[in-house]
């Protein structure tokens, strides 16, 4: 990612040694690229060197850290009216010895804060196509409130919070040394970075301007306000660092003017407010016309100064915003020239041209009517605001919209409607209620037929059981179809992609084409082109160009909008409100930039502080002092595979009978399972368990392991318990038995030899599903043993896999017409595991969630309850 260094050759990462899937191959430009021209002084540095030579401290303009505390805590949390009423406290003003003890005084001390970009408003004098009652057309007068994008890019890229975080040039990467298979994750690891770099002059530093706008309101329960934001960030910065709302990687650049436009008829106002979108955004985007063409010097986050080209790369947006954005109409692809017939096959149409589309704008414009203004469904804006931007293809840069395509479109509206249409509503409900419970999958206790409102994240929870819901009631076809598109969602999420999860994406494409006319010989439906359908065919292309979904995804400006618009509404007194808000998020910005100069200016101090030890016990010739005690290692055994686990420190439930245990846990088979562990594991020992020994027993564990290697999380964690049913009391309801099922590593099941290393199983060759009933530790009298104990119930081995679902199958494994039950070690554990039902076309409405897993005989093993476990190589 440094600049000026040209390489052919194929580098790999830093990495640990056992994470051979995480290994990235990178290969350079082979060109020079974003060349430093000097050093400068970052913002932060500037700023702090101000504050050295005024004689003041990081605090100021507050008096210290305990008024710039409570001072942050008011602006961000109190209203105006409040603080006011806050700082004339008679025990305020007594004791604390506040430096503002009104509001007005207050702000001044915030305005007094350096900010961001700043603001400035335009007058938008908009004439309409009806008249007054004077007989002249009517005008609106309407305000845009902006600021230079240029700037927001500058304090983006210069920000030295996000140094480590930041790429200035284009890669590629693989996955091995012999670079065949192309990794896609970030944006500079797509194919757009690397073909733009070499269409600007050598040395260059490009700043892929990535947007977002999407109209939302500002009040919850009445009312007509509105709000536009336009929201701005730049490729450079990692994705992982862009999709978090605290990190300020993504900035508020304009409120595009909202009105309903009466001074036109109702015919031509449509049109105009189209209008009035393209010409706002190119007074918001006009500044990135000459840098975006020659460059711009700009101090970099590493302190560099670059010639800086700001393009407009990435646009993300909903599919009518999508549309209004390209000039088309909703019955088309904003992206390609499919004929809005055809939108239903599984057809390759040529891409948008930018240059082609606006001749066929001009020619209309002049009152001609070229052929490809009808074919490519083009709306008569003669001046989108993307005409003018160098370097931009505004088709191309439309991004996938994993919320509305897929979660809310594909998987809501569609899939979901269609096979309800199947199975029946109350079925499709009762299945929904008896769905087995897994720690963390919500539980639709009334079933889906009456959720209210529905958010990304009920789409989500759905996803993870649908597959195995369906199973049985709905024909193997339909079932096809439907693990079809749930593949094709889970693999459109991962963080990061190569070349087989892009073939399996496309694969999960083939396969429903292959088979959704079933859903028209069934009747449930005549013809399926839909926008949101046909926006399928583009996720393979726009990753390879742009990198992976999840950098680009619409969740991230419905978020912002919370903060950015909404909050900011609220804050005003609803008149002429537009203007306080930009006021109100000048404000949250200034303190929000001046935390960020704190932590960075303690950092930079604990380092000079770190620095002066080293250097001075670099200095000393004394010999180590022998009594200092050596650091703590790891424990070998937890951290083997990189898993580990975590118990409660202190036992929940001492001392426990194993009549308690045989009652409220059912196990059974808890004597003779713990009698055959401590005979082979601890042979040393003389005594055997019996009826009289007490057990400490505890609720859950939660044990950790290593995240996906196409994901950006090192990490994940499981909480697997053991919980008795709990009786009511008194006002308190009876709560049921938790007793979860998990993956556990046991010699004695061998898995089929043609599983690869990163199975539906997980990373092992050895492993099979038990269900956890008891979390114990081994009593003292048997001696020692360094981990707890659980005692848990066999299901058979992972052998057999359902044809329809593709899920393996598992039944309770029995020995004599008993559970075939052991004690294991807890660290044997791996992760945790979820078991539905294998129901047939209707089930009893006596099913509950609470006793599926015992009434049940057979099981489908649902990897859909984890994108990891989906996604694995062979899934």
């Not at 060349?35 to 401290?57: H, P, Q, S």
């Not at 400035?120 to 002249?136: A, F, L």
């Not at 919209?401 to 594909?410: A, E, I, R, Y």
Request: hydrophobic content about 35%; glycine content about 6%.
């Amino acid at each position: 990612m440094d600049g000026g260094r040209p390489s052919q050759k194929a580098r790999v990462e830093d990495v640990p040694e056992d994470e051979e899937d995480a290994r990235r191959y990178v290969e350079c430009y082979p060109g020079v690229v974003a060349t430093i021209i000097r050093e400068d002084n970052t913002l932060f540095e500037k700023w702090c060197a101000m504050r050295a030579e005024a004689g003041v401290d990081e605090w100021a303009p507050f008096k210290d850290e305990e008024e710039w505390e409570l001072f942050r805590w008011l602006i961000k949390h109190v209203g105006q009216t409040k603080i006011d009423e806050f700082l004339k406290l008679s025990i305020i003003r007594r004791n604390c010895g506040l430096s503002a003890d009104s509001k007005y005084k207050f702000f001044q001390q915030i305005d007094d804060l350096p900010t961001g970009a700043p603001w400035h408003c335009d007058t938008i004098s908009v004439q309409g196509d009806r008249k007054g009652e004077d007989g002249n057309f009517m005008q609106e007068q309407l305000e845009l409130w902006r600021r230079d994008p240029v700037e927001c890019v500058e304090e983006l890229i210069g920000n030295p919070t996000f140094d480590g975080n930041i790429a200035y040039g284009p890669e590629r990467v693989y996955t091995e040394e012999a670079a065949t298979i192309r990794r896609y994750d970030e944006m500079w690891t797509g194919d757009w970075w690397w073909n733009m770099q070499g269409k600007l002059p050598e040395g260059a530093t490009i700043a892929p301007v990535i947007l977002a706008s999407d109209a939302t309101k500002l009040t919850n329960f009445g009312g007509d306000k509105k709000a536009w934001p336009v929201y701005l960030s730049i490729g450079n910065i990692s994705k992982s660092v862009r999709r978090q709302p605290s990190q300020r990687a993504t900035v508020l650049v304009g409120y595009i003017p909202v009105s309903k436009l009466e001074c036109f008829h109702d015919s031509t106002r449509s049109l105009a407010g189209y209008r009035l979108f393209h010409h706002s955004m190119s007074l918001i985007l006009k500044p990135l016309r000459e840098p975006g063409r020659n460059g711009k010097e700009m101090t970099c986050a590493d302190r560099g100064v670059r010639n800086v080209h700001p393009i407009v790369a990435a646009y993300v947006a909903d599919y009518p915003e999508q549309c209004l954005v390209c000039c088309c109409k909703e019955n088309s692809c904003p992206r390609c020239t499919v004929p809005p017939p055809r939108r239903g096959e599984q057809l390759n149409s040529d891409p948008r041209d930018v240059e082609k589309t606006k001749e066929a704008l001009h020619e209309h414009r002049n009152g001609n009517d070229p052929p490809c203004f009808t074919s490519e469904q083009l709306r008569p804006v003669y001046e989108p605001f993307w005409a003018d931007l160098p370097h931009c293809d505004i088709f191309s840069s439309i991004m996938p919209d994993v919320l509305h395509q897929l979660h809310k479109g594909v998987f809501k509206e569609h899939l979901l409607s269609w096979c309800t249409s199947i199975v029946g509503k109350d079925e499709i409900d009762r299945r929904f209620r008896a769905m087995t419970d897994f720690p963390g999958l919500r539980h639709f206790r009334n079933g889906i037929s009456h959720v209210s409102q529905w958010t990304g994240k009920e789409h989500k929870e759905m996803q993870r059981i649908f597959v195995a819901l369906l199973a049985g009631a709905v024909p193997l076809e339909v079932l096809e179809v439907a693990r079809a598109l749930v593949d094709f969602i889970y693999f459109a999420q991962l963080q990061s992609h190569d070349d087989t999860s892009l073939t399996h994406l496309q694969s999960a494409l083939d396969t429903f084409h292959r088979h959704k006319d079933v859903f028209v010989r069934l009747g449930i439906r005549e013809h399926f082109n839909i926008p949101k359908i046909h926006s399928l065919l583009h996720y393979v292309e726009a990753i390879r160009s742009r990198g992976s979904c999840d950098g680009y995804n619409t969740e991230l400006p419905e978020r912002l909008h919370i903060e950015l618009a909404k909050n900011a509404y609220r804050a005003s007194n609803h008149r002429d409100y537009t203007e306080q808000m930009v006021t109100w998020l000048a404000r949250q910005e200034a303190v929000d930039l001046h935390a960020a100069y704190i932590a960075w200016f303690q950092g930079l101090r604990a380092e000079e502080t770190v620095d002066e030890i080293e250097e001075t016990a670099s200095e000393s010739e004394d010999e180590p002092d022998e009594d200092v005690a050596a650091p703590l290692l790891p424990d070998d055994d937890q951290e083997e595979d990189g898993h580990t686990y975590a118990i409660a420190k202190h036992c929940p439930l001492p001392n426990l009978s194993l009549r308690c245990l045989l009652a409220d846990h059912s196990a059974s088979e808890f004597l003779p399972a713990l009698t055959e562990f401590v005979r082979t594991e601890l042979p040393y020992c003389d005594l055997r368990p019996n009826h009289m020994d007490r057990y400490d027993v505890y609720k859950n564990i939660s044990v950790s392991y290593p995240g996906d290697p196409h994901g950006d999380v090192p990490k994940r964690t499981d909480r697997i318990r053991a919980v008795a049913a709990k009786a009511g009391r008194g006002r308190k309801q009876a709560t049921a038995a938790h007793f979860d099922t998990a993956f556990v590593v046991d010699p004695d099941v061998a898995i089929d030899e043609d599983q690869s290393p990163r199975s539906v199983i997980g990373e092992y060759s050895w492993t099979a599903i038990a269900r956890v009933r008891i979390i114990f530790d081994l009593p003292a009298l048997f001696g020692s043993w360094p981990h707890p104990l659980a005692y848990v119930e066999w299901y058979t081995p992972l052998r057999r896999k359902d044809p329809g679902t593709g899920l393996y199958l598992v039944s309770r494994s029995t020995r004599n017409g008993k559970p075939n039950a052991s004690v294991i070690s807890v660290d044997r554990i791996r992760r945790a595991a979820h078991l539905v039902p294998k129901y047939g076309r209707e089930i009893s409405s006596n099913i509950t969630k609470d006793n599926a897993l015992d009434v049940a005989m057979e099981f489908r093993v649902n990897t859909y309850i984890a994108i990891d476990l989906r996604t694995a190589k062979s899934g």
